[in-house]
């Protein structure tokens, strides 16, 4: 008997993982849809991401190793500094360009009936439409398409949060430190990216240059030239059901965090791996299952986009405490690495 197919519909990083896992599980996956470059995004994998991706045969790019996390306020006194070591684990995770990432999957799915035609249309309970044509079987929507999930009867809830968010690769030494500071604008993320580079993410409006990260992150971190950047609104998306019979909403589909939590990819790859072992004959099982793990992302990332966008008093007395008490501290650590 052949192995039952399943239509992936977007074939970027979440797509390709989903291949991944399911052909392990005895599916046939079908990709749809082609892969666009980013080549200013990165992406921090927390550790246990990279430790599934490994087990896939990913050859996860070394990229930028985090052994500690600072976190601060510019312009207050307080900061929490937080070691991986101190905290029992031998580092956070790693820091690698979405690019980089995506080329490491390709080599790993090569193998797979790969198309790069647009899906048209889901149909629920039957399959796809593309070019005309019908595609029968089980479905998996990872890109972040409306009209797709509106074929699927699930309207998106959307957050907006007012503003955009720069995203660039510049030159830098980091040194396996990670900043996330909190500026008048909203979140400033600095992650370490490798020798000689570090990945920047920061909710800003106008030009941004070397001399005004320079200006929020001070002279203690040494950024200079962007090799990299793009725009990408900042905004909170998610769907409020995650399947209907024969389709599962995964991904980008299923929610679109902001990134101030540095946790969407590494909560797809949870949701993936839920669906994995679950099936796609127990469905609404796995919806049960991969929505109960994603309430504590999406309610950490609200928390921190909003916390933490205008400047209250306290706001350093209150990181200074994150740090000090190991109860919290461990906490943090634990939702930053497992999202529990
Ligand atoms: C600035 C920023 C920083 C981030 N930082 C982190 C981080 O530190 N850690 C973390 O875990 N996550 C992070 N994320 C989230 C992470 O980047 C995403 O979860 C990840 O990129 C999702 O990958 P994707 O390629 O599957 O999604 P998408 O980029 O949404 O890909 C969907 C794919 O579907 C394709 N497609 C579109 N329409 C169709 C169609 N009709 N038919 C077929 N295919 C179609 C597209 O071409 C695309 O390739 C961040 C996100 C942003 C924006």
Redesign the pocket.
């Known amino acids: 008997m052949g192995l039952a197919q399943v239509h992936i519909?977007?074939?970027?990083?979440?797509?390709q993982v989903c291949a991944l896992m399911l052909a392990r599980t005895g599916y046939q996956p079908v990709l749809?849809?082609?892969?666009?470059a980013?080549p200013a995004?990165?992406?921090?994998?927390?550790q246990p991401?990279v430790d599934a991706l490994m087990a896939l045969g990913v050859a996860v790019p070394c990229g930028g190793q985090i052994d500690h996390i600072h976190v601060s306020r510019h312009g207050a006194a307080g900061h929490t500094r937080l070691s991986a070591r101190a905290l029992g684990h031998a580092q956070f995770g790693r820091?690698v360009t979405?690019d980089e990432l995506?080329d490491a999957l390709r080599v790993a799915t090569a193998g797979f009936t790969q198309h790069q035609?647009?899906?048209?249309a889901i149909e629920v309970g039957r399959g796809i439409e593309v070019d005309g044509e019908f595609h029968q079987g089980p479905v998996v929507l990872?890109?972040?398409?409306p009209t797709?999930l509106k074929h699927c009867g699930i309207q998106s809830v959307r957050r907006g949060l007012n503003d955009r968010?720069w995203?660039g690769v510049v030159e830098g030494e980091l040194q396996g430190h990670a900043y996330e500071r909190f500026t008048d604008t909203g979140p400033l993320?600095v992650?370490p990216l490798g020798p000689g580079r570090a990945s920047v993410?920061w909710q800003c409006a106008g030009e941004v240059t070397p001399s005004r990260l320079r200006a929020v992150m001070g002279r203690r971190v040494a950024l200079g030239r962007v090799i990299h950047q793009a725009e990408?609104p900042a905004a909170a998306i998610w769907a409020p059901s995650l399947t209907r019979p024969g389709v599962a909403i995964v991904?980008?589909a299923s929610q679109?965090?902001h990134?101030v939590a540095?946790?969407?990819?590494?909560?797809?790859v949870r949701q993936l791996s839920l669906l994995a072992s679950f099936g796609l004959d127990r469905l609404p099982e796995w919806a049960a299952a991969a929505d109960a793990a994603r309430q504590p992302w999406l309610a950490t990332t609200l928390t921190l986009a909003q916390l933490f966008q205008p400047r209250w008093p306290g706001q350093g007395v209150a990181l200074a405490g994150v740090g000090a008490l190991p109860g919290v501290a461990a906490g943090f650590t634990q939702r930053f690495m497992e999202g529990r």
């Open positions: 519909v977007g074939a970027g990083l979440a797509g749809w849809g082609r892969a666009e980013a995004r990165a992406i921090a994998l927390a991401t820091v979405n995506g035609a647009a899906v048209e990872t890109a972040p398409v797709l968010l995203v993320a992650l993410v990408v991904g980008n679109l965090l990134p540095g946790q969407g990819f590494n909560l797809i």
